[in-house]
């Protein structure tokens, strides 16, 4: 009656194994393709002027201007709509953390919507810049100070793989900083 006993545990745990380790392994992660706040601070903060010896000229300033600050986002909408999904939160959370950063607190931005090439270019337009006030009115809810923060909706016209003109990755929200607020 032991040895039944001890058969049927052992029996029952080799059942039971492949339940326990799917329940072992963690969910997909959602957040992987989430930036954190601090890669967005770094994405954004402008590089210091750096100082260089040009030989004849002696000491200069060289800034890079050419090289604009930005970062494009995964932000989350219903389909052909700026409803955001409730995924889009922990995106948006992180973007909030970065723009009020010490390093970025007074600095003003740019949000830009994109869309793919799939509709028309004008329902295109018109969907990108809903979904930039969307991201603008998340952030402005959450204590973002409205007048550092400007829309724009580009549609399908700056899109990410060009050579994939309909690709998932060329719908994102684009944060441009444009520097200090005026005082």
Sequence with gaps: MIQNRCVFTALLA????????????PPPD????????????????????????????????????????????????????????????????????????ASLGKDRFVVAGHTDAKGSAQYNKQLSLKRAEAVKHFLVSKGVDASRLDTVGYGSERLLAPDRPEDPSNRRVEIRDLGQQPP
């Excluded at 080799?14 to 392994?25: D, F, G, I, S, T």
């Design 30 to 101: 959602q957040s992987k393709n989430v930036l954190s706040g601090q890669q967005i601070e770094q994405a954004l903060q402008h590089p210091a002027m750096t100082r260089s010896f040009v030989p004849d000229r002696g000491l200069t300033r060289r800034g890079t201007p050419e090289a604009e600050q930005s970062v494009n986002l995964n932000i989350p909408f219903e389909h052909n709509s700026s409803a955001l999904q409730p995924e889009a939160a922990a995106q948006l959370k992180q973007l909030e953390l970065a723009l009020t950063s």
């Design 14 to 25: 080799v059942a039971c194994l492949p339940v326990l380790a799917a329940a072992a392994e």
